[in-house]
T-cell receptor, first 113, second 116 residues
């Protein structure tokens, strides 16, 4: 089955700087890669996703890149703000087969004032 | 947008009793729903795939007789934790995706289970 590795587990960045979180996946059949932000005790919230037919996607301060050959994908947050502090999860899924979403272990992002 | 509702949000039960958690898709039909468990400061671990009208598919290491899943309609899946023990205390969360619109997966609010 799919295995998703995520690094780092904890990341502290100065407010205004950029944050990068990296993930790898094992199953070459995976074709959908969502990123979630989770506040304590709440459900995961989708912040951006990418499908395997594109290499990158951007939404304001958030961007995601995908390298299918290397099975790597990364989340980039620019101009970080205090409200970006949260736990972020990458995930992988094979859409239109079983659709199950497999999560990475998560990255706790701290934005320092 | 599509919404998934989960109930209850919190439950405390005595050791040895059973607890049922409901997951409903509110404005779409879900032939498949997913159940996850999340321990404190850990990731969401997929427990099982709930299939409407057929048996659930459990991930390796998840006891199917302990975590009973029923998906009797296109909008409702239930997870029953049987003979609960303190080590079953966790955050349980369901998700479903609207395959008609092919949008993102939606998650329920989660259920905080505490077994005392």
């Amino acid at each position: 089955g799919e295995n998703v590795e995520q690094h780092p587990s904890t990341l502290s960045v100065q407010e205004g700087d950029s944050a990068v979180i990296k993930c790898t996946y094992s199953d070459s059949a995976s074709n959908y890669f969502p990123w979630y932000k989770q506040e304590l005790g709440k459900r995961p919230q989708l912040i951006i996703d990418i499908r395997s037919n594109v290499g990158e996607k951007k939404d304001q301060r958030i961007a995601v890149t995908l390298n299918k050959t290397a099975k790597h994908f990364s989340l980039h947050i620019t101009e970080t703000q205090p409200e970006d502090s949260a736990v972020y999860f990458c995930a992988a899924s094979e859409e239109n087969r079983d659709d199950k979403i497999i999560f990475g272990k998560g990255t706790r992002l701290h934005i320092l004032p | 947008g599509a919404v998934v509702s989960q109930h209850p949000s919190r439950v405390i039960c005595k050791s040895g009793t059973s607890v049922k958690i409901e997951c409903r898709s509110l404005d779409f039909q879900a032939t498949t729903m997913f159940w996850y468990r999340q321990f404190p400061k850990q990731s969401l671990m997929l427990m099982a795939t709930s299939n409407e009208g057929s048996k659930a598919t459990y991930e390796q290491g998840v006891e199917k007789d302990k975590f009973l899943i029923n998906h009797a309609s296109l909008t409702l899946s239930t997870l029953t934790v049987t003979s609960a023990h303190p080590e079953d205390s966790s955050f349980y969360i369901c998700s479903a995706r609207d395959r008609v619109t092919n949008t993102e997966a939606f998650f329920g609010q989660g259920t905080r289970l505490t077994v005392v």
